[in-house]
């Protein structure tokens, strides 16, 4: 039995597990992870009848922060448009939310949205290791602006003289291609990233996610998208910074060779794939895996 036991590859290789979440409910023993390496928000906006306000939101992330016990936890801002709406609050109607105001892009125009849920996660950093990713990013001026926000965010709390961890470290997530292809240039702007290859895959192959009628051309083990995830792995390694995956590719046991023999040691999913994935890697060692990506490559 695997479930909780650390991924020890056959060659003794050490990958991090993470798990992905949607609520402060979550239930998972924390011998079974290493990290939270995807803290999705949206579902406190979406279950309320009006936007959740800071304490609540910081109650909520406080909650995360002392059940994990230790590990970190990687909270993403809100990633609301595309797919998800609020019931409460008007959004545009876009031909294709997909590539419309969604996630960063809302939270820009929204300025007090997005200032509430800084603070408070900010808030909750006093109490673990909480560190803040953002989602959607297309650009080293979205990077360069996402950061500004939360500097304004830490200058409020402090007048207000409320506790956060000043050293509060900042990613984004890589899930469109023009981020993915300057990731030399967006590993400078920030302390990690994790990759979201759903959307990733989306973007890139021009096939939407959702839509069943072309989940032939939806392909996360393409030859353009591994080239990619390499590009990816190797700028963020060089420079010593934290880089992950938190999309479906990583708790799928096939994909999740892939991505360790393409760079990756650090992978994050739902809980009930945890088991399935670390059996897979300890069936093989470091230099296959490796050999497995070449050759698709
Ligand atoms: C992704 O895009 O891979 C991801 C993890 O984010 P979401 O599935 O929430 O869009
Ligand atoms: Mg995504």
Known sequence: ?????????????EIKIGINIGSQEFDVPTDRYDFIGLFRTEFLYMEGKELPGEETQFE?????????????ITLRTLDIGGDKTLPYMELPKEDNPFLGKRAIRLCFAEKELFLTQLR???????YGPLQIMFPMVGSLEDIRKAKEYLNLAKEQLKERKQQFDEQIRIGIMIE??????????AAEEVDFASIGSNDLTQYLSAADRMNPEVAAYYRSDSTAMLRLLRFVFQEFSKRGKEIS?????AGNPETAQLLVGLGARKLSMSSGNIAGVKAKLAECTLQ????LAEKKL
């Open 1 to 13: 039995n695997f479930l909780n036991k650390p991924a020890i590859m056959k060659d003794g290789t």
């Open 60 to 72: 909520a992330y406080r909650q995360v922060v002392q059940k994990a016990k230790g590990h970190p």
């Open 120 to 126: 408070a996660a900010l808030r909750a950093s006093a």
């Open 176 to 185: 469109i291609p023009a981020i993915a292809l300057i990731a030399d240039l």
């Open 245 to 249: 995956v938190c999309g479906e590719m």
């Open 288 to 291: 296959e895996l490796t050999a």
